[in-house]
């Protein structure tokens, strides 16, 4: 992390503390993919369906060990959830290294599994799937990186492509199709960028600009003006910054309009979340922004059973554990030997899970539904709520 500016030294130290480890899935480089065509093993409806979930139980890095408790939960929980379909669930330690993870994984098929929920890295995900594919084994990684998708491989967290695709069809419904991009020169700002530009050339938008900066505090301090002159160069609409309250967020919403790009009157679309933690909807930059959101009646309603039964507010991507093993049981209750196979995983309806509707693609990636939402005097306001299905404009 950089140094701090004083105008937003302490509101990011604030963020940083909150945020440290929220997307420890995200953005890992790899792009190996997963091989083999995802064909799934057979199973009996009938019996106990043999389920591993891959969790990194043993890590040293900071906050792994309680991320790993609140996900073996979360799916202890979707399990219990279950009605008319019998889980064999069975819990291997990774220690968040891929070594391991690949070695867990090949005992949990060994064991009988049919079906591999996790592990959470997405170099450990691609050594896991890499290893199973003889096997015909499918994995349901929790990562969002989706350079590591395909074959027999998906990723359960949600991507920079679902949200760009989300937001950009949004803003181009509003008028504002004429976009400047702004990204960190790293992967995650990379990857982030390309899926803006993506998004808009399927929604009709025009990327009219893309300045990228370094990711350290001179280059966030240099990149404004910049910011500034392409937008008022190209008459830019819309900037999409993909930057995260963890990052360089706090510092544009604070720069960017003192600089004279008023949000009133140049619209902000943030790719990452801005209501996270809350601190972030007090930065003037993000008033009157956009951003997505999962349906947060079922947000709220899962962090409400997940408290009550374990004594402790869910980690933020602890539910991806409950979605993986929720897709399961449903896929199992059709009474379909080949329910876990790439087909029946992709199946064009989704699942429900406990952020809303979302489904698996053939490419290995994800779509979920999205909320619109903006921030009004430091309050969320949704804009466009989220589907409940897919036949709805967020898809």
């Known amino acids: 992390m950089f140094a701090v500016l004083p105008i937003a030294r302490k509101v990011l130290a604030r963020l940083i503390a909150v945020l440290s480890i ?8 790899s792009g190996l993919g997963g091989l083999g065509g995802g064909a799934g093993q057979p199973i009996d409806p009938g019996a106990p369906v043999v389920v591993a979930l891959l969790v990194p139980h043993g890590s040293s890095a900071p906050g792994e060990a309680t991320l790993a408790r609140d996900l073996e ?26 070594a391991q993870a690949q070695q867990a994984a090949l005992h949990a098929v060994g064991d009988g599994a049919k079906i591999i929920i996790g592990p959470l890295h997405a170099e450990s995900a691609n050594a896991v799937a890499v290893a199973v594919a003889p096997k015909n084994v499918n994995v349901l990684a929790f990562s969002n990186n989706p350079t590591i998708a395909g074959g027999n491989l998906f990723v359960l967290g ?21 976009i400047l991009t702004v ?29 990228g900066y370094d990711f350290s505090q001179n280059g966030v301090v240099t990149a404004v003006p910049k910011i500034t002159a392409a937008a008022r160069s190209t008459s830019a609409e819309a900037i999409f910054i993909t930057a995260n309250s963890a990052g360089a967020l706090p510092l544009f919403a604070q720069m960017l309009p003192e600089n004279g790009l008023d949000p009133a009157s140049t619209q ?30 079922k947000s709220s309603r899962f962090r409400s059973r997940f408290a009550q039964t374990n004594g402790n507010q869910p980690h933020p991507i602890a539910g991806l554990a409950y979605d993986g093993i929720a897709a399961v049981g449903a896929l199992i209750k059709t009474g379909n030997r080949n329910a876990l196979s790439k087909s029946g995983l992709t199946q064009s309806a989704g699942f429900q899970g406990v952020d809303g509707v979302f489904r698996l693609r053939n490419d290995g990636t994800n779509q979920r539904g999205l909320a619109v939402a903006t921030v009004r005097g430091g309050k969320v306001v949704i804009l466009d709520p989220a589907p409940q299905g897919f036949s709805g404009a967020g898809f």
């Open 268 to 297: 902000y679309i943030g790719l990452a979340r801005w209501d996270t933690p809350a601190q972030t909807l007090d930065l003037p930059g993000v008033q009157g922004g956009w951003f997505a959101m999962p349906d947060q009646g």
């Open 73 to 98: 939960a979360a799916a202890r929980m979707a399990v219990a959830d279950l009605s008319g379909v019998q889980i064999d669930l069975r819990v291997y330690g990774t220690a968040g290294q891929p």
């Open 22 to 29: 929220l997307w420890i899935a995200a953005c890992e480089p």
């Open 183 to 211: 990204y960190s020169n790293n992967l995650a700002g990379q990857l982030g960028q390309q899926a803006i530009a993506k998004a808009a050339a399927a929604a009709g938008a025009q990327i009219v600009g893309n300045v």
């Open 158 to 178: 949600q991507t920079f492509d679902n949200t760009a695709n989300r937001l950009t069809r949004f803003a181009a419904r509003q008028g504002k199709k004429r």
